[in-house]
């Protein structure tokens, strides 16, 4: 049983402490992580940009 409930909030764990996304767009994932876990994990993974969302001009 403490296994499954740990599988179950390790998605969690790790969408919280990720820098990829910041204010209403992490709290948006972490609700679709507590509903569906592994898949928006999977989901969070493929689709927000690795590092985070860029300000102003594009780096090159």
């Known amino acids: 049983m403490i296994a499954a409930v740990c599988a179950y909030l390790l998605p969690v764990?790790?969408?919280?402490?990720?820098?990829?996304?910041?204010?209403?767009e992490k709290n948006g994932w972490l609700i679709?992580?507590?509903?569906?876990?592994?898949?928006?994990?999977?989901?969070?993974?493929?689709?927000v940009p690795k590092h985070g969302r860029q300000k102003g001009k594009a780096k090159r």
């Not at 764990?13 to 209403?24: C, E, I, T, W």
């Not at 679709?32 to 689709?47: E, K, M, P, Q, R």
């Open 13 to 24: 764990a790790l969408v919280a402490g990720s820098k990829r996304s910041k204010g209403h």
């Open 32 to 47: 679709g992580t507590l509903l569906f876990s592994w898949v928006a994990l999977l989901l969070y993974i493929s689709i």
